[in-house]
């Protein structure tokens, strides 16, 4: 039986556990502080990059793998015993990274078969899908079933999360200085989503619980679902939220994860949400 890898980017925010556990190679995205430049959760945490959003007044900027990074995971992946792999990218709407993933797969044609799957997503709606290839590609799926399915499955996944805070807003000029004050004032909630492969307003609440509340309907309004997470930007609303959904049917346990700097450097600290991946009618395993 062919041994078949899975990589994906760090916009997933797959956990460490769940890279280790199903043999993810993960390339990382690259983020930049004014002239400092650093390497997704290799030389800056999760913890660190929160911290120094607090203190910078502009936003950080984050960039896509070189496709060198993406040809030095392929080559990993060859030395592991590899005879294809298949990528996992954030939304091509989104990063240049499918592209940096497409232009190391064409330098490494006759090593490994590679596939390149844009999954439309980003954070763990996209995570969801990789841990899903991942498994089946454990055990035992083909090359080309594991394209088949995240190409299809990929429409299957949604996610809706809630700002706790306009300030990265403001600093990267997407709202106005009245607009924010009345938002401010008004402890406004915008809601997100993700809308053809792009991250869209879904509305907005007065309070944070109405917005809890939004949150776990919409999920709702999907089952039943295959696969659940909760994300978060340090969030205080990690307990509330998931004892909205603890009634929530899936196959597997509500997975929790930290938000990243992919979409969190606009998101900002204290975003929540809940992202899935929904069942299949036609699938039966």
């Known amino acids: 039986m062919d ?6 980017d760090s916009a997933s925010d797959l956990p460490a556990h769940e890279l280790e556990r199903l043999g993810i190679i ?11 430049e650093f390497v997704d959760r290799v030389t800056l945490s999760i913890e660190d990059f929160w911290r120094r959003c607090g203190e910078s007044r ?5 960039s896509a793998p070189s ?9 990993a992946a060859a030395d592991q015993g590899c005879t294809g792999v298949i ?9 240049g990274t499918y592209q940096s993933a497409v232009v190391a797969r064409d330098a490494v044609e006759g090593l490994i078969d590679v596939r390149v799957v ?36 990929r429409s299957r996944v949604g996610v809706v999360a809630m700002l706790d805070t306009l300030d990265q807003l403001i600093k990267g000029g997407r709202i106005g200085g009245a607009r924010a004050l009345i938002g401010q004032v008004l402890s406004i909630k915008p809601l997100l ?58 196959e597997f346990p509500l997975l929790i994860a930290d938000m990243g700097p992919t979409v969190g450097t606009h998101g900002g600290l204290g975003l929540i949400g809940l992202t899935w991946l929904e069942a299949s009618p036609h699938e039966h395993r």
């Open 26 to 36: 993960m390339v990382s995205l690259n983020i930049r502080f004014g002239d400092e």
């Open 193 to 250: 989503e993700l809308r053809d492969g792009v991250v869209a307003e879904a509305g907005r609440q007065r309070t944070t619980a109405r917005a809890m509340a939004t949150i776990a309907a919409t999920a709702r309004q999907h089952a039943p679902l295959r696969r659940f997470a909760l994300i978060h930007a340090q969030s205080t609303q990690v307990a509330n939220l998931s004892a909205l959904v603890r009634d929530v049917a899936t």
């Open 118 to 153: 844009d999954t439309e997503a980003v954070s763990m709606a996209q995570g969801l899908l990789v841990i899903e290839i991942a498994e089946r590609a454990l055990e035992g799926a083909t090359l080309d079933e594991l394209e088949g399915h995240a190409m299809e499955a």
């Open 58 to 62: 502009t936003l950080p900027e984050t």
């Open 67 to 75: 496709p060198g990074a993406f040809r030095a995971a392929y080559q």
């Open 3 to 8: 041994k078949i890898g899975v990589i994906c």
């Open 87 to 95: 990528v996992l990218t954030l939304s091509a709407a989104l990063s």
